[in-house]
C-alpha cells in the first residue's frame, strides 16, 4: 500500500481549473518528483496535500488515513511537513528557535506547566532543546545556532527550512523547489544532503527545475502541464518522453504545421 | 553600544523627572515667611474655560490683600495647578498639596466628581478646602474640613422649578446633560416636582439627556415638539445651551427655556446670539448691578484679567479667598485646623451677599430671577425668587 | 536568562525596594505606583503587540472591567483585596476570551479598529448602568486593601510595595511565557502565520490564549489602580489611556520586557514634571511618538537582542557540544 | 414624525460620509489609517473660523483653508510618512505617527485659540423650510447639495480621471506604478490633499450648521466617521458615502427611540457588527492570500 495515495484529485478557482483528475502515488522511502513548466499546478498540488486549499473533488489518502479538506494541523500532525517556493522562515527568530517551532506538536505541556516551570516543562523543553540540537548539527549548523534566521546566508536558509519540516516528526517532506537560486556547487551540496535523508527514511516529494538534481535523485517522477498529468516514470524514460518536451519547449515550427 | 546610550539617557531623563518635582518636607507652619494657598483647576481638557476664570479670581484676591499690607503682616502666595478636570490628576495633586505642610488651604476643582476625589484626601490629611463650583448633593458630607460656598443643587433645581411654574408653564420638558452633575440635578428636580403635586398643574412630559460635547440637538427638539413643552429646563453649561437654543429657535420661538446659574456667562450671548433672548435662570451675582461692592469687583477683575467679565462662580472664587485671609486675620495664625473652626462660626459680607456657613461645611445662598433681554442678563422685575418653603406654601 | 540580565534585575529590585526608606513624599509615592501599574499595562500588551504583532487601541477597556469588578465587589461583599483582584483577573479575562473568539480572524488594521470600537462600547456601557456601575458617579471611597488587620495606604508605604510586588510577579510572568513554547508560537505568528501554522501551530487557538493572558494581566491591573486612587469612573479609562499603554509598548520597545518598564517609566513621569507647561506637554507628547518611530522603530530597548541565546538552566550539555555561553560562537 | 428623524439622520449621515471619504482616500493609497484626521477636521473649522474674522469673506476664507489644510497634510506625508516608507517601517509605526499628529494639532489648537467653545458665523444662512410636517434649515440642503457634489466628483475623478487612474495603480502596487513613470510620491501627496480638503468642506457644513467650533470637535466626528468607512469597505469611496449615511440615520433614530446617551454607542455597535459579520464591509471583496 502505498504512503500516499492521491485520485483523481481536482481543484477550480472559479472557473479555472488548477489542477484536474490527478492522480499519483508515492510509497515509503521513495523520492518522487513532480515537474512541469511554470503555472502547471505544482506548487497547488503542495496546497492541497498541506491543506492550504480544499479540493474541489478527489481524496488524498495518507498512512491509511483521508486527509483532503482537513485542517493544517491535523495534516501537520499526520506526518506531512513542507518547504516553500519563497523561503518563509521566522526572520526574526534565531536558528535554534526556528527549528524548536517545528516539534511544537511534540512538546506537551500547557499554559500552567510553563507558568509554574512543572518538571514536565522541564522535560519537554529539555527534549526539545537537545533534539534541535541534533537537528542542526546534522546540518553542520554549530556556528549558526545564535544567528537569526534573516541572516543566514541563501543556501542555509534553505537548509534550516528542511530542517525545520524535519523537526515536526513528520514522515513525508514536501520540497518545493529547494535547488532554485542556487548555484550548481550549492546544488550539489544539497543533493547529497536530499540522499542523506532518504537514507534516515525520510519520503520525499520533490517539486524541482534543476533537471541534474532531478534526474539524478529521483526514483520516479511525474509530469504535470496546466493542471493535468500527462505523463509518469522512471527518470530515463521521461527524458526522452515527446510529450513532456513539448510541454516544456513548444511544437517546433515545421510540426506544428501537421 | 547605541542601545546602552539610549537607555541611559532614558533612565536619568526619567529620574530627573521624578526628582524634579520631589516637594521637600517642611515642618508646619511656624509663623514667619509667606502664607501658602493652592489653587487647583482645570487649564487644559474640558471646562478650561472655568479653571481660567477662577485662577484670575484667586490671583486678584491675593494680589488685593498683598497691596493692603498682607495678613498678620505676611505676604501670601498662591500655589497653582492643573487638574485637567480628571480625578485622578486630583488624586495626585492633592497628595502633592497636603505633603507641603506650608499650604494651609486649597481652592478649585471645578467639577463635582473631580472635587470629591480630592476632597477625601484633603478631609484626611486636615486641610480645608473651599469649593465655589461644586453643587453634588453630599460634596460637603465628606468630612468637616470640607467647605462649599455655591448654590447646592437642590436649591439651583428648585428654583428652576419655580420659575417655571411661576412663568405659569403647563407641559414641562427637561434636556438633562449625561455627567453625575446632570444625574443629580434631576433628581433634585424629580424630588421638587413631588413637593408640587397637586398644588400646582405643571407636569413633565419629556426627559431627553445628550452625551457631553453633543452640538446636534435635533432629534431632542424633535421629541420636544412631539410632547408639545411650552417651557423646557435644560440642566447643561452654557456650551450646549448655546447651540442648543439656537437650533431650539429655529423650530418654535415661544416656548421658555430655563437653565441654571452656570450657563450664565457672556460667552452664552455670543455663542447662542438672538436665540438666547427670554432664557431665563436662577444666578448669582449680577455682573451689571449697581450695588457699589459688585462694581468694584466686576472693574478690577476684568481690568486683572484683560478683558474677561467675571461670572457667578468666579466671585465666589474670589469670596472664598478673601473669607479665608479674613479667617486667619480673626485667628491670629495660620495653623490649618484653627482656620477651619474660624470659617464655621464667621460671617462674611461678601460680593454675592452676606455668606455664613451651616454644619456641614454648605453656604446658605439666595439666587435672582434672570431673563436675557436684547442681549443683556436683566434682574426680572415682575418675579422674585422666594425660599423653597415659602414657595411651596404659597400655591 | 544570562548573567546580566540577572545583574540588571537583581540592581533594580534592590533600589526599588529601598526607595521608600530614603522619604518619599506621598505625592512620589502615588506617581511611582502609578508607574509600576503603567509598567504592568505595558507587560499586559506586550503580549499581544509585543509578541504577537498585534495593535489593540482599546486595552483601557479590560483595565476598566479588573477596576470595575474589583471596587464592586470590596464595595458591596467588602471581599479582601486579594479575592477582589483575583475575580477582576478572572472577570477581565473571560471578557477577553469571548472578545477574541469572533475577533482572532481579523489582523493588523481591523483588529485596531475593533478594540478601539470596544473601548468606546465599555466606557458607554459604565456610564449607562447605572443600577450596577453607578453610571457618571463612579466608584467612591474605595476601600484600601487590608491584610491581616493592617490597612495598605500611601502613609506606611503599603501601596507602594504592593505594586511592587505585584510587577515583580509580572515580570516574572512575562519572562516564563517569552522562554517557552507560547513566546516562540506568539512570535512565529508575527513573523509568518502561515508558515506557522504549517508547522503545527494553532493559529486561533494561540491568538485567543494570548489575547486572554493579556486582558487578564490587564484586569488585576485595573483591581490594583481602584483601590490606589480610591474613585474610578468612566473618564479614568479614557482612549487616552489606551493610546498611552500602547505608546509605553512601542516607546520602551516591542517584545522588551525591561523596555516596559522604562517606557511606562518616562511617559508616565513625563507629564508630571511638565506640570507646569501645562498644555504644551501634550504637544510634546505627541512629538515624542512621531520622533520615536521616525527614529527608532524598535524603540529603545526593543529589537533583536546581540547576545546569545540562552539555554535553559536545566540543558546540562555535554562537554564537546555548545557551552552555555555558545564557544560555537555566532554573530 | 419619523420623517424628521429621518431627515436629521441624514444631515449628520452626509456630513459622516464626508469624512469616512477622507478615511478611504489615505486608507486606498497607504493601506494606513489616519488617525489624525478628526484632528484636521477640527483644524479646517479653526482655519475658517480665523480667516472669517480676518473679515476676509466666506469664500476666500474656505480657500485658503483648504490650502492650508492640505498642504500640512502633504507637508506632513513628505516628511515623516516618506521616511516610514524608505525605512519600510511596519504599518503599526506610521500608524502610531498619525496618533502623535493627532496630539499636536488637537493642543496646537488649544494654544491658538483657547479650549472654550466659539461661534461660528452661519455662513450658509438660517432660513427655514417646511415641507409636509418635516422642518429643516436651509444649511441642511446645502449639506445635501455640496456632499454629493463632493462625492460624486471625488468618484469621477478617482475612477475616470487620468489622475485617478495613477492614484489606483500606486494603490495596487507603488513599486510597479513608479517603473510605469508615474510619480507615485506626487500622487501620494495629492491624495492627502483631496483628504485635507473633504474635511476641511465638512467642518465648514457642520460649523456653521450648528455654529459652534471648539478644539476637540474632531474626536467623536472622526471616529464616526472613520466606522462610516469601515462599514461601506474601507478604501472604496461610494461605500464611505452608503456608509455614513446609514450611521447617520441610525444614530438619530436610536436617539428616538432609546435616548441622546446611546448616540454615540451606536456608531461603535454597529461597526463591531459589520467587523465580525463582513470584515472588508459592505461592498469590500475579501483578498485571497496567495502562498
Known amino acids: 500500500m502505498a504512503l500516499l ?254 | 553600544m547605541k542601545k546602552w546610550f539610549a537607555l541611559l539617557l532614558a533612565v536619568v531623563l526619567a529620574c530627573s523627572a521624578l526628582a524634579g518635582c520631589g516637594s521637600k518636607e517642611t515642618s508646619g507652619d511656624d509663623g514667619d515667611g509667606p502664607i501658602k494657598i493652592a489653587y487647583s483647576g482645570p487649564m487644559t481638557g474640558d471646562n478650561a474655560e472655568y479653571g481660567l476664570l477662577f485662577q484670575n479670581a484667586v490671583e486678584l484676591a491675593v494680589k488685593q490683600a498683598n497691596d493692603a499690607g498682607g495678613v498678620l503682616g505676611r505676604e501670601v502666595e498662591v500655589v497653582e495647578f492643573d487638574d485637567k478636570n480628571s480625578s485622578e490628576e486630583a488624586g495626585s495633586i492633592a497628595e502633592k498639596i497636603v505633603g507641603d505642610e506650608d499650604i494651609v488651604a486649597v481652592f478649585g476643582h471645578f467639577a463635582s466628581g473631580v472635587a470629591m476625589t480630592a476632597a477625601q484626601i484633603y478631609q484626611e490629611a486636615g486641610v480645608v478646602l473651599l469649593s465655589a463650583s461644586a453643587s453634588h448633593v453630599d460634596y460637603s458630607s465628606i468630612g468637616d474640613y470640607i467647605f462649599r460656598n455655591n448654590v447646592t443643587q437642590d436649591v439651583e433645581a428648585y428654583n428652576c422649578l419655580q420659575i417655571a411654574v411661576g412663568s405659569g408653564v403647563k407641559k414641562l420638558g427637561m434636556l438633562k446633560l449625561k455627567t453625575d452633575w446632570g444625574e443629580s440635578a434631576e433628581n433634585s428636580f424629580m424630588a421638587a416636582l413631588e413637593e408640587i403635586e397637586g398644588k400646582s398643574d405643571i407636569e413633565l412630559v419629556a426627559v431627553e439627556e445628550f452625551v457631553d460635547g453633543t452640538t446636534d440637538f435635533s432629534s431632542n427638539i424633535t421629541k420636544f415638539e412631539e410632547a408639545g413643552c411650552d417651557g423646557i429646563v435644560v440642566f447643561g453649561m452654557y456650551g450646549s445651551l448655546g447651540p442648543f437654543a439656537k437650533q431650539f429657535r429655529q423650530f418654535n420661538t415661544e416656548t421658555l427655556l430655563i437653565s441654571v446659574g452656570s450657563s450664565y456667562t457672556p460667552e452664552l450671548i455670543d455663542l447662542a446670539g438672538d436665540a438666547a433672548e427670554g432664557i431665563m435662570f436662577p444666578g448669582g451675582m449680577n455682573p451689571d448691578s449697581t450695588d457699589p461692592k459688585v462694581k468694584e469687583f466686576v472693574d478690577a477683575y476684568t481690568e486683572y484679567s484683560g478683558g474677561k467679565e467675571p461670572e457667578n462662580m468666579s466671585a465666589q472664587t474670589y469670596e472664598n479667598v478673601q473669607m479665608v485671609l479674613q479667617a486667619i486675620e480673626n485667628v491670629g495664625s495660620a495653623d490649618r485646623e484653627a482656620i477651619k473652626d474660624e470659617l464655621y462660626n464667621m460671617t462674611f459680607e461678601g460680593v454675592t451677599g452676606t455668606i455664613s456657613f451651616n454644619e456641614i461645611g454648605d453656604a446658605v445662598k439666595t439666587q435672582v430671577w434672570y431673563v436675557v433681554k436684547d442681549g443683556q442678563f436683566v434682574e426680572s422685575e415682575d418675579h422674585k425668587l422666594v425660599l423653597w418653603d415659602d414657595f411651596v406654601a404659597s400655591l | 536568562m544570562d548573567k546580566r540580565d540577572k545583574i540588571i534585575w537583581l540592581v533594580l529590585l534592590a533600589a526599588l525596594i529601598v526607595l521608600p526608606a530614603v522619604g518619599l513624599s506621598r505625592y512620589l509615592q502615588r506617581v511611582i505606583s502609578l508607574i509600576f501599574i503603567y509598567s504592568m499595562l505595558g507587560l499586559s500588551l506586550n503580549i499581544v503587540t509585543g509578541y504577537m504583532g498585534q495593535i489593540s487601541l482599546g486595552h483601557a477597556a479590560f483595565y476598566a472591567i479588573g477596576a470595575y469588578t474589583s471596587g464592586l465587589l470590596s464595595e458591596h461583599f467588602g471581599l479582601n483585596f486579594l479575592l477582589t483582584c483575583v475575580c477582576g483577573i478572572i472577570m477581565a479575562g473571560i471578557i477577553g476570551w469571548l472578545f477574541s473568539i469572533p475577533t482572532t480572524k481579523l489582523s493588523g488594521t481591523y483588529l485596531a479598529i475593533i478594540t478601539m470600537g470596544f473601548g468606546e462600547i465599555v466606557k458607554v456601557v459604565i456610564v449607562n448602568w447605572e443600577s450596577l456601575t453607578h453610571g457618571t458617579y463612579g466608584l467612591q471611597r474605595i476601600a484600601k486593601p487590608e491584610f491581616f488587620g493592617f490597612q495598605l495606604n500611601t502613609t506606611n508605604n503599603g501601596l507602594y510595595y504592593l505594586c511592587l510586588i505585584f510587577l515583580v510577579i509580572f515580570v516574572l510572568l512575562c519572562i516564563a511565557i517569552e522562554r517557552s513554547k507560547l513566546g516562540r508560537s506568539l512570535r512565529a505568528i508575527k513573523d509568518d502565520p502561515l508558515a506557522a501554522s504549517l508547522m503545527g501551530v494553532e493559529i486561533n487557538h494561540y491568538k485567543r490564549m494570548a489575547f486572554t493572558i493579556s486582558t487578564a494581566m490587564a484586569g488585576c491591573c485595573g483591581a490594583l489602580y481602584a483601590h490606589l486612587s480610591g474613585y474610578v469612573d468612566a473618564n479614568s479609562f479614557n482612549s487616552d489611556v489606551s493610546t498611552l499603554i500602547l505608546s509605553i509598548v512601542i516607546f520602551g520597545g516591542m517584545g522588551s520586557i525591561k523596555g516596559m518598564l522604562l517606557g511606562a517609566a518616562v511617559l508616565v513621569s513625563f507629564p508630571e514634571v511638565l506640570r507646569f507647561v501645562a498644555v504644551y506637554r501634550f504637544v510634546v507628547y505627541g512629538l515624542i511618538l512621531i520622533v520615536m518611530m521616525v527614529f527608532r522603530t524598535d524603540g529603545i530597548l526593543g529589537g533583536p537582542s546581540k547576545r546569545p541565546y540562552v539555554f535553559p538552566r536545566f540543558v546540562k550539555l555535554e562537554k564537546g557540544e555548545v557551552t552555555k555561553n555558545g564557544t560555537a560562537g555566532g554573530k | 414624525m419619523t420623517a424628521q428623524y429621518i431627515v436629521n439622520g441624514l444631515t449628520m449621515g452626509l456630513i459622516y460620509a464626508l469624512i469616512a471619504v477622507g478615511y478611504s482616500l489615505v486608507f486606498g493609497i497607504l493601506k494606513m489609517i489616519n488617525m489624525a484626521h478628526g484632528a484636521v477636521y477640527a483644524f479646517g473649522a479653526h482655519m475658517i473660523l480665523m480667516f472669517v474674522t480676518w473679515n476676509l469673506g466666506a469664500v476666500p476664507a474656505v480657500i485658503l483653508s483648504v490650502l492650508l489644510t492640505g498642504g500640512l497634510l502633504v507637508i506632513y506625508d513628505r516628511t515623516i510618512l516618506a521616511t516610514l516608507r524608505k525605512k519600510k517601517a511596519p504599518g503599526i509605526a506610521a500608524l502610531i505617527t498619525t496618533i502623535g499628529f493627532s496630539y499636536i494639532i488637537q493642543n496646537g489648537l488649544m494654544i491658538a485659540f483657547g479650549t472654550e467653545i466659539k461661534a461660528f458665523p452661519a455662513l450658509l444662512g438660517e432660513k427655514m423650510i417646511q415641507v409636509g410636517n418635516v422642518k429643516f434649515a436651509f444649511s441642511q440642503v446645502y449639506i445635501l447639495v455640496v456632499s454629493i457634489v463632493l462625492l460624486v466628483g471625488l468618484s469621477l475623478l478617482i475612477h475616470k480621471s487620468k489622475i485617478g487612474l495613477a492614484m489606483r495603480a500606486v494603490e495596487q502596487n507603488s513599486r510597479a506604478a513608479d517603473l510605469m513613470g508615474i510619480n507615485a510620491k506626487g500622487v501620494i501627496s495629492v491624495t492627502f490633499f483631496l483628504s485635507g480638503m473633504s474635511a476641511v468642506i465638512a467642518a465648514l457644513l457642520l460649523a456653521s450648521y450648528y455654529q459652534t467650533v471648539y478644539p476637540t470637535m474632531g474626536v467623536m466626528i472622526g471616529l464616526k466617521g472613520f466606522s462610516a468607512s469601515v462599514l461601506g469597505g474601507i478604501g472604496i469611496l461610494y461605500g464611505s458615502a452608503v456608509g455614513g449615511i446609514i450611521l447617520g440615520i441610525a444614530e438619530s433614530l436610536t436617539v428616538q427611540f432609546l435616548s441622546g446617551a446611546y448616540r454615540d454607542a451606536v456608531a461603535f455597535i454597529l461597526l463591531f457588527l459589520i467587523l465580525i459579520v463582513r470584515p472588508n464591509g459592505l461592498f469590500g471583496k475579501a483578498k485571497v492570500s496567495k502562498v
Open chain 1, 5 to 258: 495515495e492521491v485520485s483523481n484529485v481536482s481543484k477550480q478557482f472559479g472557473g479555472l481549473a488548477a489542477v484536474s483528475n490527478v492522480d499519483f502515488h508515492v510509497n515509503q522511502g521513495e523520492i518522487v518528483s513532480i515537474i512541469g513548466p511554470n503555472g502547471a499546478g505544482k506548487t497547488t498540488i503542495f496546497n492541497l496535500l498541506t491543506g492550504v486549499y480544499d479540493v474541489t473533488e478527489g481524496k488524498i489518502v495518507f498512512d491509511g488515513k483521508e486527509i483532503q479538506n482537513k485542517k493544517v494541523q491535523h495534516i501537520v500532525n499526520a506526518g506531512i511537513a513542507r518547504t516553500f517556493q519563497n523561503i518563509r522562515l521566522f526572520k526574526n527568530m534565531r536558528t535554534i528557535e526556528n527549528v524548536m517551532v517545528g516539534f511544537h506538536q511534540n512538546t506537551r505541556y500547557n499554559i500552567f506547566d510553563l507558568i509554574f516551570r512543572t518538571p514536565r516543562f522541564r522535560k519537554y523543553e529539555k527534549e526539545a532543546h537537545i533534539k534541535a540540537l541534533e537537528v542542526l548539527h546534522s546540518l553542520g549548523f554549530e556556528k549558526y545556532i545564535h544567528t537569526y534566521a534573516g541572516n543566514l546566508p541563501y543556501g542555509e536558509q534553505r537548509k534550516l527550512e528542511i530542517a525545520r519540516a524535519i523537526a515536526t516528526g513528520a514522515k513525508l517532506l514536501l520540497l518545493d523547489e529547494p535547488a532554485a537560486g542556487m548555484n550548481p556547487q550549492e546544488s550539489e551540496e544539497l543533493l547529497e544532503f536530499i540522499l542523506g535523508l532518504k537514507d534516515q527514511g525520510f519520503t520525499i516529494i520533490l517539486i524541482e527545475h534543476d533537471m541534474s538534481v532531478v534526474m539524478n535523485i529521483s526514483d520516479r517522477i511525474y509530469v504535470l502541464d496546466h493542471g493535468k498529468m500527462i505523463a509518469d516514470g522512471l527518470p530515463e524514460e521521461i527524458a526522452s518522453n515527446q510529450m513532456v518536451i513539448e510541454a516544456y519547449l513548444g511544437k517546433s515550427e515545421d510540426d506544428a504545421a501537421d
